[in-house]
């Protein structure tokens, strides 16, 4: 049987990429069975060079300053350009000189010919600006194209700047399958990230460089005969189309992201996150239905400097056992440690089960042949390793390792006689799910080959333990949108192999109300007809104030170049 094969041209204006640009054509040659079948380049001729007077004239004034912004002051690193002329030599280049009719881009016929005799399978656009006509149904799979903006909400551009100035807390990213509609496409993919608020730069580089990948992860698709993967869903979006902000509304932006720059650090130096663990109790099942009991009973107020985060609970001896994060802020690390009730049956006694140099947290419990084992995450280390507790409940000890990469909330599960093991990732460790999989439950787990199955921080990172109802699989998630650890969504597993993963936020559980402990929540973990969960508040600690400052002044310092040393020849 012939291997499959997957034709890719490109479309665009040079042969100079912007970096993301880059990285999406290496991720999508690096696919085995995808070859480049033609570079289209737009050779549109220069525009006449007109005189001083006309380019005043004509110079759009509105839009001057956020103009030159772009152009002296913003710099990305992921819209840094770099010459791909290596990567695609041997690549046929056609040169097109398309026609513009108003603000839209076509081919003219007879290189829509010569296109079509190359045969692509698809077609990447990087240029030609607003494309339409018969170019898009040229390839069988289409003409992909991103769009950095939730197109529900965002069209047109600039990337992540309208956000920004609406507050809002989310910057979207798509790759759609073109249509007529601008920005109103097929989506293929599409993925959620935080609008940092206090920097636009930071935002367009986190959106452009980890949505770059999503085009090779189609094409693995196609090339595993999944020819729906091309299809995608069409976009109803009525949204206005924006367009670059004129003066006034720039000179709002600079001001808003500068005040948003000392807001957050203020924020910093000011209040400190303080967790607790609570009991639940009912299974975790239950917090599916429309108005679950959320009566939580809160543990004693953690000592001062520290909290407690991450409860996952096992029985022994007929006792509640609870293994957490114990967190101190002078140390800047969390260990291992173990509650279990006193005679008055509260959870108070605290034991340290497992600590090292490193920081550990997120002890996740998996309950197998009659032994209980334990995932903590250590990606500090830079791997995943696996224990199990002593016969004598007094310790962690190592099994193996499960993994020789860092995650972040390791969570592992069985599902339809594999297991798997799902977590997150540095520098986005909110926002991109990774998946590695095996046929034992030790291992060796292999990535998922669509790596990171999921971008979207409303509901990626593992938020405490996967359970079963009558509709299947539900997974817990963290949804860090508004803030760190804010509450969990509750995601229903629709698809789940080697090669696929699909799933669907149902609803969202919490801040819990009532309590001190209302301003998040970001694990929730079963134990028997018990739920585990913990809570967040804020609180000032002069302490942690003086830490935090001092960190921020060696970070300047770092930062800050050396004074020349004067006995140096070179200084």
Same mark, same amino acid.
């Given at each position: ?8 041209? #490109? ?13 999406? #054509? ?33 110079y759009?004034?509105r839009?001057?300053? @956020? ?9 990305p ?6 010459d ?10 056609m ?10 881009? @076509? ?27 018969p ?7 289409g ?21 920004? *100035?609406?507050?809002?807390p989310l ?8 249509t ?13 990230f ?25 094409c693995?698709?196609l ?12 976009s ?7 367009? @670059? ?6 000179? /709002? ?9 000392v807001?957050?650090?203020?924020g ?8 607790? +663990? ?14 679950p009991?959320?009566?939580v ?8 400097? !520290?909290?407690?985060a991450?409860?996952?609970g096992? *029985? &022994?001896?007929? !006792? ?10 002078a ?6 440690s173990? $509650?279990?009730?006193?005679?008055d ?7 340290t *089960?497992?600590?090292?140099?490193g ?5 996740y ?9 334990v ?44 297991w798997?093991?799902?977590g ?10 990774? &998946?590695?999989?095996?046929?034992r439950?030790?291992?060796?787990y ?10 979207? +921080?409303?509901?990626? /990172? ?10 299947? $699989?539900?997974r817990?998630? !963290? ?16 698809e ?12 969202? #559980? ?20 018990l739920?585990?969960?913990d ?17 921020k ?9 050396s ?9």
């Amino acid at each position: 049987m012939a291997e499959a094969r997957l034709r890719v041209g #490109i479309l665009c204006d040079g042969l100079r990429f912007q970096r993301w640009q880059a990285a999406c #054509i290496r991720a999508v040659c690096a696919v085995p069975g995808v070859e480049l079948a033609v570079v289209v380049v737009n050779d549109s001729a220069t525009p006449p060079e007109r005189s001083f007077v006309q380019r005043v004239l004509r110079y759009p004034w509105r839009t001057a300053l @956020y103009r030159s912004y772009r152009r002296h002051a913003f710099r990305p690193g992921a819209m840094a350009t770099e010459d791909l002329s290596a990567l695609l030599a041997g690549v046929p280049v056609m040169r097109c000189v398309p026609e513009v009719r108003g603000h839209s881009t @076509y081919l003219p016929a007879k290189d829509l010919d010569a296109l079509r005799a190359q045969a692509p399978d698809v077609l990447l656009r990087f240029g030609f600006g607003i494309l339409r006509g018969p170019v898009l149904e040229l390839p069988r799979h289409g003409v992909w194209s991103y769009h950095h903006g939730d197109e529900e909400h965002y069209r047109g551009g600039p990337p992540g700047f309208w956000e920004l *100035m609406d507050g809002d807390p989310l910057t979207g990213a798509v790759l759609q399958r073109l249509t007529e509609r601008l920005d109103g496409g097929r989506i293929l993919r599409k993925g959620w990230f935080r609008t940092v608020d206090h920097s636009l730069a930071e935002t367009v580089d986190t959106v452009l460089m980890h949505s770059a990948g999503w085009a090779a992860q189609v094409c693995h698709e196609l090339l595993l005969g999944r020819t729906d993967a091309a299809d995608g869903i069409a976009s109803t979006t009525e949204a206005p189309v924006h367009k @670059y902000p004129r003066n006034t509304v720039f000179l /709002r932006f600079l001001w808003k992201q500068a005040r948003n720059k000392v807001r957050f650090h203020r924020g910093e130096l000011r209040l400190h996150e303080e967790w607790n +663990i609570g009991v639940l109790p009912q299974p975790i099942h239950t917090l599916l239905e429309e108005r679950p009991n959320l009566n939580v009973r809160w543990l004693p107020a953690p000592a001062a400097g !520290q909290f407690r985060a991450d409860p996952f609970g096992y *029985m &022994a001896e007929d !006792q509640l056992n609870v293994l957490y994060e114990k967190y101190d802020h002078a140390t800047h690390r969390g260990e291992i440690s173990r $509650l279990r009730p006193k005679r008055d049956n509260v959870l108070k006694r605290s034991r340290t *089960m497992l600590a090292d140099e490193g920081h550990l947290s997120y002890p996740y419990i998996v309950e197998r042949d009659g032994q209980v084992f334990v995932v903590p995450e250590s990606a500090a280390a830079g791997r995943v390793d696996l224990y199990r507790i002593h016969p004598a409940n007094d310790g962690l000890e190592r099994v193996c390792t499960l993994l020789e990469e860092p995650l972040f909330d390791p969570t592992l599960f069985e599902h339809e006689g594999r297991w798997w093991l799902f977590g997150t990732k540095a520098p986005l460790t909110n926002v991109e799910l990774f &998946a590695y999989h095996a046929e034992r439950f030790e291992g060796p787990y292999v990535p998922h080959l669509l790596n990171p199955v999921k971008a979207d +921080i409303r509901s990626a /990172r593992p938020g405490g333990t996967p359970f079963r109802t009558g509709d299947g $699989l539900w997974r817990p998630a !963290q949804d860090s949108s508004l803030t760190y650890g804010g509450r969990i969504a509750l995601n229903r597993v629709l698809e789940l192999s080697p090669t696929a993963f699909r799933e669907e936020t149902v609803k969202y #559980i919490g801040p819990l109300k009532g309590s001190v402990w209302s301003k998040g929540l970001h694990t929730i973990s079963a134990v028997g007809d018990l739920t585990l969960v913990d809570g967040k508040r804020f609180v000032t600690d002069k302490a942690q104030q003086r830490r935090v400052r001092q960190r921020k002044l060696d970070r300047l310092a770092r930062k800050r170049p050396s004074a020349p040393d004067p006995d140096d020849d070179d200084a």
